[in-house]
């Protein structure tokens, strides 16, 4: 299954998480990283490229920072103009139907915070329910979001193995016989 990864995070290079993230995602054969703040730092979208490459792939992944309780606003915009009424939803439109949507997270706050009685008063499954309503209009299968919590708080052996959790979450990926993480190198592409 061909996998677009739609990592959207301002400032990727600051990011231990999502940078990991982006190393991980590199491995892994059949994979299209595409990384919006960079390719689009006017926040100017170009919808025909953008809708290729949903085309092009049957697992969509959508990789971000939670954003006062949301995404982050490059995915806002990117998601109002490239989901367009008639391409993407609407009487008798298919073109994203059977493909799989997947949230990808990362927050600040721990796993408690985000529950009933908690911090946030809210588990972040209630929070992510206009994701998972989107994915369901687009007739996309939405599956369960691979988030990782505590993100500012993780200490390096913590950190170490970001990439290779995520990738074990992975649906339909066969069982990894190595460990995926390594030292981060320096890329212009992940700065």
């Known amino acids: 299954m061909k996998t677009l990864v739609h990592l959207f995070h301002p400032r990727l290079g600051q990011s231990n998480i999502n940078r990991r993230w982006a190393e991980a995602w590199r491995t892994l054969p059949g994979t299209t990283l595409n990384l919006v703040h960079e390719q689009y730092p006017d926040g100017r979208i170009d919808i025909a490229r953008e809708q290729a490459l949903l085309l092009a792939h049957e697992r969509i992944v959508f990789q971000h920072p939670l954003y006062w309780y949301s995404v982050p606003p490059l995915m806002k915009t990117w998601m109002d103009e490239v989901l ?6 609407g009487r008798g439109v298919r073109t994203l139907h059977g493909k799989q949507w997947w949230s990808v997270i990362s927050a600040g706050g721990t796993a408690e915070d985000y529950q009933a009685g908690g911090f946030n008063e809210y588990s972040l499954s209630e929070l992510l329910k206009p994701l998972q309503r989107t994915a369901g209009m687009l007739g996309m299968q939405y599956l369960p979001p691979h988030v990782e919590y505590g993100t500012h708080q993780q200490d390096a052996a913590t950190l ?12 339909g990926l066969p069982p990894l016989d190595k460990p995926l993480d390594k030292p981060l190198e320096t890329r212009a592409e992940a700065a």
Do not use: D, F, K, T
């Open 84 to 89: 367009q009424h008639g391409w993407a939803y």
């Open 160 to 171: 170490a193995g970001v990439g290779e959790r995520l990738l074990r979450r992975l649906p």
